[in-house]
């Protein structure tokens, strides 16, 4: 069962928190990224996918036009690989009828651009990122990439 989740939701918070855990092994926020964080508003939608009333994967989205960025996209460790990202996201743009396209940046040395691509996004930009840095390494800049996919209505 896919719920629309306030952000401060517990259990959203909980899974968030596990899951990015991980990657800040990989990579973690710049100053200018929690400068940006501590100042930024909250318009993103929050979304959880349920499976037998325990929470397993959460999303964040925001429309801007036509284009719906997906944030934050988090799936607990025990239900990957297991098509819960394929669901909730197609679920999710069912939401947003008037999005053509649906856009997601992440960090290319976690290797989450390869699963982007698993679900049919294309790399269409690459760049040093100002937000984030590598963790080991004291000033390496991580690579950030936007894929985008087409949504057939």
Not at 116 to 136: A, H, P
Request: glycine share 4%; aromatic share 10%.
């Amino acid at each position: 069962m896919i719920e629309r989740l306030p952000s401060t939701d517990p259990s959203l918070i909980a899974l968030s928190n596990t899951v990015f855990a991980e990657l800040r092994n990989i990579y973690r926020p710049t100053v200018l990224a929690q400068q940006n964080k501590m100042t930024s508003t909250d318009d993103w939608t929050y979304f959880g996918y349920y499976l037998e009333q325990r929470l397993v994967a959460v999303a964040s989205v925001k429309l801007s036009g036509d284009t719906l960025h997906l944030s934050a996209l988090a799936v607990a460790s025990t239900s990957r690989r297991k098509g819960v990202a394929r669901y909730l996201i197609s679920e999710v743009q069912k939401m947003f009828p008037h999005a053509n396209q649906i856009s997601v940046w992440c960090v290319e040395q976690t290797g989450n651009v390869n699963v982007f691509e698993s679900l049919g996004f294309k790399v269409v930009e690459s760049v040093e990122s100002d937000y984030f840095e590598l963790t080991n390494t004291s000033d390496e800049k991580a690579t950030e990439v936007r894929l985008e996919r087409k949504l057939v209505k």
